[in-house]
């Protein structure tokens, strides 16, 4: 396995100051990919407006079906932001040197069609910081996808391959949640006949390993009405086929489900859900995992946390796709960070270059340590060219030991964090890095635009959880359509949370979310971006 790099001038023309919201160092290239953005924003006036997809591809490593044998090869590493789509491939040139192209471009429909660019003469490991320039293009690649998990690609000179998301797993996840039987935690919608959200609910699975048994309890949130299933586990998969036997909850019609399908892919889940009448779609998120629930509420054992779950200190699980060390910033390319968490495992590809200037990548896997990770890069040698003969590639040398932090201390602010981590490459100290916006306005409120279910409180009343669509920008506020709710980002220093008033029947409530590149919330599920498309898999295989 391999990973992808990006050219930092395709970062720094698109990376958004997590401060002020701006784009830094920004290049003409660029111009009119941000201009096409914000006039796609433009059309979000409406859920009839929407010409979407019904998925978003899943950000990390993805590979090619056919070259996944178990040996070092090809490899690409994608991130898809709203229509943004950002490329890293990781191959191998004739004479068998390693090295890595990029490809940025838009996305129409499910598909994207944009040119391959190489680099030279950027910074490697332990030298002193140089700016890389463009080495050309061997031409223009498209990718095109399915669903979130799978694709097709066709390079230069290659006829279209499938793709499909590399999945992986520690030992310790698969006796924890598969022979252990720990419980995991979900938050879904169940979608409608014309994808349009239908209710908001919570699910929890859970085993017994003595009794071989497994078991779901589905809750709609803000009501008490809850439904329990018996499941079976697809072998060595993580994904579930559960049923129920129980009878409709009275007062609670189109909430008594047959069956649910569903399958758990790092920190989405997606599935279908029967009630007997018709199938419908679910997707949504994993929120937590572990064994139980203390009285202060932290789980014994926390895993696969999202974007708010910070107070127990479980184990972080960061926001896999495109990563860049911050003071590297210069508005031209440079080196690029891939990162890849998921299930107790983390993989990273680091496109970067030799001494005499030659492009190259270093990757490494481990398993992650919660917080934090070390793991030993290496270089590889002699796989598959663009349009070359099949041939996978060998271990050429090892970089030394790369390091990696997300708990930041003072003064990066002495918090988890999924978006910011500090890293240290080999022979050099330690620097921070930062999660890659791809789109513009991504912590103003222009990022806030979308489809949400949102969870307000209202004074001595049970939350409710409320579908929201956030469609106008006034100021510095995102609303809905008749102004009854309003979000801002009003802490500067956390600029990813937002906190939302809802004014009902001359009634105040309050609520809150976090939205920044791949992140999620506890009891906040986005449902579509601000272009109108799901942020959910898709229609995947169940089977």
Same mark, same amino acid.
């Given at each position: 396995m391999q990973t992808s790099f990006i050219g930092v001038d395709v970062w720094t023309s698109l990376y958004t100051d997590p401060k002020t919201g701006d784009t830094v160092k920004s290049s003409s290239r660029y111009r009119s990919l941000r201009a096409a953005i914000a006039a796609t924003v433009i059309a979000l006036s409406c859920a009839a407006s929407w010409a979407a997809r019904d998925f978003t591809p899943q950000a990390g490593t993805w590979v090619i079906t056919e070259e996944l044998?178990?040996?070092?090869?090809?490899?690409? /590493?994608?991130?898809?932001?709203?229509?943004?789509?950002?490329?890293?491939?990781?191959?191998?040139?004739?004479?068998?040197?390693?090295?890595?192209?990029?490809?940025?471009?838009?996305?129409?429909?499910?598909?994207?069609?944009?040119?391959?660019?190489?680099?030279q003469g950027g910074r490697s490991f332990g030298d002193?910081?140089?700016?890389?320039?463009?080495?050309?293009?061997?031409?223009?690649?498209?990718?095109?996808?399915?669903?979130?998990?799978?694709? /097709?690609?066709?390079?230069?000179?290659?006829?279209?391959? /499938?793709?499909?998301?590399?999945?992986?797993?520690?030992?310790?996840?698969?006796?924890?949640?598969?022979?252990?039987?720990?419980?995991?935690?979900?938050?879904?919608?169940?979608l409608d006949a014309n994808l349009q959200p239908l209710q908001s609910v919570s699910m929890s699975l859970m085993g017994s390993k003595r009794q071989n048994i497994w078991g779901?309890?589905?809750?709609?949130?803000?009501?008490?009405?809850?439904?329990?299933?018996h499941c079976e586990q697809l072998v060595e998969r993580d994904t579930f086929h559960c049923t129920s036997d129980e009878a409709q909850p009275a007062?609670?019609?189109?909430?008594?489900?047959?069956?649910?399908?569903?399958?758990?892919?790092?920190?989405?889940?997606?599935?279908?859900?029967d009630d007997g009448v018709q199938t419908r779609r679910m997707m949504g998120i994993t929120t937590s995992g572990g064994t139980g629930?203390?009285?202060?509420?932290?789980?014994?054992?926390?895993?696969?946390?999202?974007?708010?779950?910070?107070?127990?200190?479980?184990?972080?699980?960061?926001?896999?796709?495109?990563?860049?060390?911050?003071?590297?910033?210069?508005?031209?390319?440079?080196?690029?960070?891939?990162?890849?968490?998921?299930?107790?495992?983390?993989?990273?590809?680091v496109f970067n270059y030799q001494l005499n200037g030659a492009p190259t990548f270093h990757m490494g896997s481990a398993q992650y340590q919660g917080h934090e990770a070390q793991l030993t890069l290496h270089q590889y040698q002699g796989g598959r060219a663009l349009g070359g003969m099949p041939t996978s590639a060998q271990l050429l040398d090892t970089a030394g030991e790369l390091k990696m932090r997300f708990t930041l201390p003072e003064p990066w602010q002495a918090s988890a964090d999924?978006?910011?981590?500090?890293?240290?490459? *080999?022979?050099?100290?330690?620097?921070?890095?930062?999660?890659?916006?791809l789109e513009t306005g991504v912590t103003s409120a222009q990022g806030l635009l979308g489809q949400w279910w949102l969870r307000f409180s209202f004074k001595n009343k049970f939350p409710?959880?409320?579908?929201?669509?956030?469609?106008?920008?006034?100021?510095?506020?995102?609303?809905?359509e008749d102004?009854?709710?309003?979000?801002?980002?009003?802490?500067?220093?956390?600029?990813?949370? /937002?906190?939302?008033?809802?004014?009902?029947?001359?009634?105040?409530?309050?609520?809150?979310?976090?939205?920044?590149?791949?992140?999620?919330?506890?009891?906040?599920?986005?449902?579509?971006?601000?272009?109108?498309?799901?942020?959910?898999?898709?229609?995947? *295989?169940?089977d």
């Open positions: 044998d178990g040996k070092p090869g090809r490899g690409l /590493a994608i991130d898809v932001q709203g229509n943004t789509f950002f490329m890293q491939v990781f191959g191998y040139e004739k004479n068998g040197d390693a090295t890595f192209y990029t490809a940025t471009g838009q996305m129409e429909g499910n598909t994207v069609t944009a040119p391959l660019m190489q680099y002193d910081a140089r700016n890389a320039v463009e080495l050309g293009s061997p031409g223009n690649v498209t990718v095109s996808f399915a669903n979130g998990l799978q694709g /097709a690609i066709q390079f230069p000179g290659e006829p279209e391959r /499938a793709i499909k998301r590399f999945q992986m797993q520690s030992p310790d996840f698969a006796s924890r949640y598969w022979d252990e039987r720990f419980s995991r935690q979900f938050l879904v919608t169940v779901l309890m589905m809750t709609r949130l803000g009501e008490n009405s809850r439904q329990t299933f007062g609670y019609e189109g909430f008594g489900f047959q069956s649910i399908r569903f399958t758990i892919a790092n920190i989405d889940v997606a599935g279908v859900i629930t203390a009285i202060t509420g932290c789980t014994f054992y926390g895993d696969l946390y999202v974007g708010d779950a910070r107070n127990c200190g479980p184990a972080l699980t960061p926001s896999s796709g495109t990563w860049v060390v911050k003071d590297e910033l210069s508005g031209k390319p440079g080196r690029g960070i891939a990162l890849d968490v998921q299930n107790g495992m983390v993989m990273t590809q999924r978006v910011e981590a500090s890293i240290q490459f *080999p022979r050099e100290t330690e620097k921070r890095m930062v999660r890659m916006a409710v959880h409320q579908l929201v669509m956030l469609t106008q920008i006034r100021g510095d506020e995102a609303w809905n102004g009854s709710i309003r979000c801002a980002r009003t802490n500067p220093q956390v600029p990813s949370r /937002a906190e939302c008033t809802w004014q009902k029947d001359g009634t105040s409530s309050w609520g809150y979310m976090f939205q920044e590149p791949g992140n999620r919330s506890m009891y906040v599920l986005q449902v579509r971006d601000r272009h109108g498309n799901l942020t959910g898999l898709g229609d995947i *295989p169940l």
